[in-house]
């Protein structure tokens, strides 16, 4: 049924776990790529390229083995499993969001701004009637934090997310010192 020895198997280890290691780097550099980190993503390209050699000569000298086929293809939706998840986690970028509120929004943006962030806030009409519209350009490890607000003084808010590359000019973020906000969202 299934045997392999000892070498075998190690071989298959390597194969799936570099698979796993290339494709995360490569998911990475694609991000730094539409992020406009244009030194880091050739890096990042030149060691995904040196990992998917060793990973696919090793494939290619095990080429009668229907296993390293498997092997090969499940590290590799592995890594883009695991690439996406660390892409999640990077630091850094910025996300723009968009607000939309059912009615009219005066404590919002007041505090928003007095935690640092930037808003453009604009009416509009939803399928019942008036909503606001807050635009914000917010730094991806600040996210969480303008979400919170959101959160708290909005709950029924609905929200959209989206990755940009911020162009020009504008107000993005600032740094603060912690408001009343900061205080009431550190305490849960």
Known sequence: MFSMTQPELATMAYIFFARIIDVSIGTLRIAMISRGHRYVAPIFGFVEVIIWLTAISKALATIESVYSYVIYAAGFA???????????????????????????????????????????????????????????????????????????????????????????????????????????????
Not at 92 to 106: A, D, H, Q
Not at 120 to 146: A, C, E, N, W
Request: aromatic letters at 8%; a positive charge.
């Open 78 to 188: 592995a890594g883009n499993y695991v690439g996406m998840l660390l892409e999640e986690k990077l630091p850094f970028g910025y996300k723009s969001l968009r607000v939309i509120t059912t009615k009219e929004v005066s404590a919002l943006p007041l505090m928003l701004r007095e935690e640092g962030f930037g808003v453009t806030i604009s009416d509009g009409i939803g399928l019942k009637g008036p909503v606001s519209i807050i635009y914000s350009l917010v730094p991806k490890k600040r996210m969480q934090h303008f979400l919170e607000i959101v959160n708290i003084l909005e709950p029924n808010a609905f929200i959209t997310i989206e990755e940009v590359r911020p162009h020009r000019a504008g107000f993005v973020t600032r740094k603060t010192y912690s408001g009343m906000l900061g205080r009431i969202t550190k305490r849960k």
